[in-house]
């Protein structure tokens, strides 16, 4: 099957940055969308940024300017370079993929999620 793993969690002082990383791995035959989601303690699991086939992005509005989603294809990977952090960012984030393997079309595929803690 597929499995997604996720790195780049830590700890960080308000208006620090950090980097995610999640990389995709198993039968995959191709990926149509990748995408980070984050859920806070007590709050629904919410869409932080998506990219569309190679570049056609989408952002939640509070991290609009403030965070860049990448991907690399050949390495089936995606990244959340996240800068000017504040403590309302606080959250597990899981990586999503939207991912046709060499059996099935397009699955939702989920990380184990990566925590980020922003101090004030």
């Known amino acids: 099957q597929v499995q997604l793993v996720e790195s780049g969690g830590g700890l960080v002082q308000a208006g620090g940055s950090l980097r995610l990383s999640c990389a995709a791995s198993g039968s995959i035959f191709s990926i149509n969308s990748m995408g980070w989601y984050r859920q806070a303690p007590g709050k629904q699991r919410e869409l932080v940024a998506l990219?569309?086939?190679?570049?056609?992005?989408i952002y939640a509005g509070s991290v609009k300017g403030r965070f860049t989603i990448s991907r690399d294809n050949a390495k089936n990977a995606v990244y959340l370079q996240m800068n000017s952090l504040k403590p309302e960012d606080t959250a597990v984030y899981y990586c999503?993929?939207?991912?046709?393997?060499?059996?099935?079309?397009?699955?939702?595929?989920w990380g184990q999620g990566t925590q980020v803690t922003v101090s004030s």
């Open positions: 990219i569309i086939g190679s570049n056609n992005t």
């Open positions: 999503n993929g939207l991912i046709q393997t060499t059996i099935s079309f397009g699955t939702n595929y």
